[in-house]
Nanobody, 122 residues
Framework: QMQLVESGGGLVQAGGSLRLSCTAS????????MGWFRQAPGKEREFVSA????????YYADSVKGRSTISRDNAKNTVYLQMNSLKPEDTAVYYC???????????????WGQGTQVTVSS
């Protein structure tokens, strides 16, 4: 099993920034693709971004492309999501996930965190 713990969510005004973190334990972090997903109330969980195990490839949903940056520090077993120019429609619970497929569909991810709430006020 791999345990994933997200942090960094909160309440921010539109146009602001947040940096989400996800720290892993229990398995070899550096061999896993890491992804960020989000789920807004009443909506399905959707893909946000992913980073390859090596850190040399990244992938973004169109909705966050140009406003977000995913990165990882394998020495710290941590993946980050820097989100800028936040919009009210970015409000959701953000989840990190680990999988062995690149970039992977939602169903390809094996381990999930509990999520961190991001609320963007207008």
């Amino acid at each position: 099993q791999m345990q994933l713990v997200e942090s960094g969510g909160g309440l921010v005004q539109a146009g602001g920034s947040l940096r989400l973190s996800c720290t892993a334990s229990g398995r070899t972090f550096s061999i896993y693709t890491m992804g960020w997903f989000r789920q807004a109330p009443g909506k399905e969980r959707e893909f946000v971004s992913a980073i390859k195990w090596s850190g040399d490839s990244t992938y973004y949903a169109d909705s966050v492309k140009g406003r977000s940056t995913i990165s990882r520090d394998n020495a710290k077993n941590t993946v980050y999501l820097q989100m800028n120019s936040l919009k009210p429609e970015d409000t959701a619970v953000y989840y990190c996930a680990a999988g062995r497929t690149w970039p992977g569909r939602k169903s390809d991810y094996d381990f999930w965190g509990q999520g961190t709430q991001v609320t963007v006020s207008s």
